[in-house]
């Protein structure tokens, strides 16, 4: 029973195709249809959110920071395609594979690093040590503080994991007991669905809600190095 729970994140496969392709691809062909040859309602309200979250993204960041606003929308808008892509039937949630999130993670954070000592190397190391520390507590202070700078990009990769891991889990878990009490017991398996029905909104505000924290944390990192 463990391992039918973990099969949801195996990629599915028909006729020798991962349907995590399609599932890539189309967003990409309704944008090419829609998108830039339709101005209606629809692509107007899409238009003020990536605005509206732009402007969340950017509110902590000085202006000198501002011209990396298109990236962090980018991988935000990124984050978000993913996150949302395992709640279709048949697909899987790319973002909940540990070694994909790491390899969005750490590129990113180190980025953030190398801005920092780029632009300033004596504040950016200065980081390292707190002003006013005793002199005994100098080397200690250094390895503490350069731990949890280096513990940074693992800490974004196992968040975004765990949280969608466990939403997906949860997910599995309910359906099955749906199914298990359809002609046994309905009034608990009405009770599952509904209950299946609030978590599976309740995942897509998640889905959203993780790649926002994730790029946030990135901009408040980036904002340390400017």
């Known amino acids: 029973m463990a391992l039918n729970f973990f099969n949801q994140f195996d990629i599915h496969v028909t ?17 090419m249809v ?31 920071g501002h011209k990396w606003a298109s990236s962090f929308t980018t991988l935000m808008l ?12 048949y697909t899987f949630t ?3 594979q540990l070694s994909m999130n ?9 980025m953030t690093v190398l801005v920092g000592l780029r632009n300033q190397p004596t504040a950016s190391l200065g980081h390292l040590l707190p002003e006013g520390t005793p002199t005994p507590l100098i080397p200690m202070l250094i390895l503490i503080e350069t731990a949890s700078l280096l513990i940074r990009p693992i800490a974004l990769g196992v968040r975004l994991t765990a949280n969608l891991t466990a939403g997906h889990l949860l997910m599995q878990l309910i359906s099955s007991a749906t ?19 609030l978590l599976s909104c309740l995942e897509m505000a998640v889905a959203i809600i993780q790649a926002y924290v994730f790029t946030l ?6 904002q340390e190095n400017i």
């Open 179 to 197: 199914l298990a009490t359809a002609n046994t017991l309905m009034a608990a398996s009405s009770m599952a669905l509904l209950t299946l029905i």
């Open 217 to 222: 944390l990135l901009t408040l990192y980036l």
């Open 94 to 96: 790319p973002t909940t």
């Open 102 to 110: 790491m390899a969005l993670a750490l590129p990113t954070w180190l």
């Open 78 to 89: 990124l984050l978000i395609s993913l996150n949302t892509l395992g709640l279709l039937p």
């Open 15 to 31: 006729l020798g195709i991962p349907l995590i392709l399609p599932a890539l691809m189309l967003p990409l062909i309704l944008w």
């Open 34 to 64: 829609t998108g830039r040859l339709i101005k209606n309602r629809l692509t107007a309200l899409q238009l003020w959110l990536i605005n509206l979250l732009t402007k969340q993204l950017v509110l902590p960041i000085s202006t000198p």
